[in-house]
């Protein structure tokens, strides 16, 4: 494959080839609702099932629009790129593009940094959860230099958050009060177990008990 052999010094290593098919793999399936079947034992022969995979899609136009936002890729330029840019892009170890290659410590300093911002000392606060997790994934990166891009919504990147944010806020929960409370928008019924949508939620916070 051409692709395959001009690239050859970026792509020289089987973590890379994996790299890019996990996260195609993810992104895939929420563009799609069905697995990215990728053939072969070997990273080389994988990676090139890959992409065949991705230009069989990549000629239709709707396809292409639909793995470039489960990317989390701009949609303005990176709808004029070729296979071999796309890929590129995932390849490339600089940059973060999902939840699991944040650390723990990361996620929840950053919670409780934009917590106790949006907080107060003298009343509860309501903030919608996706204005709230936008602020977060902003806050991880700034504080650690990373570059990176993770779009908030109703995606493959919201259960992650949320079991995060979950976890969180139970270590806030003491005797005489709650710092951070996860609540349906409405602010009726009990939320979800498994949520997919964070326009549908709100967190409320109490400053004096994060």
């Not at 793995?67 to 590129?88: M, N, P, Y």
């Not at 106790?116 to 936008?134: M, N, P, T, Y």
């Not at 997919?196 to 008990?209: H, N, Q, S």
Request: proline share 2%.
């Amino acid at each position: 494959m051409a692709y395959f052999n001009d690239h050859r010094s970026m792509m020289a290593s089987a973590k890379t080839y994996n790299k890019v098919i996990s996260e195609l793999k993810k992104a895939w399936l929420e563009a799609f609702g069905d697995e990215l079947v990728v053939r072969g034992s070997a990273p080389t022969s994988r990676f090139e099932s890959m992409v065949d995979e991705l230009r069989r899609r990549w000629a239709h136009r709707e396809d292409k629009e639909r793995l470039i936002v489960a990317l989390d890729l701009d949609g303005g330029s990176d709808e004029k790129k070729s296979v071999e840019d796309f890929i590129d892009k995932l390849a490339n170890d600089n940059v973060v593009r999902s939840v699991d290659d944040l650390t723990a410590n990361q996620i929840f300093s950053a919670i409780y940094a934009v917590a106790f911002e949006c907080g107060s000392q003298d009343a509860l606060v309501e903030l919608e959860l996706d204005e709230f997790l936008r602020r977060v994934v902003h806050r991880i990166f700034d504080d650690n230099k990373i570059k990176g891009r993770i779009n908030i919504g109703p995606n493959r990147h919201f259960p992650r958050l949320f079991q995060w944010l979950r976890e969180y806020a139970s270590g806030t929960e003491w005797n005489d009060g709650i710092g951070l409370k996860i609540r349906n928008l409405s602010g009726r019924g009990r939320v979800a177990q498994y949520p997919t949508d964070p326009k549908l939620l709100k967190v409320v916070i109490d400053r004096g008990y994060l």
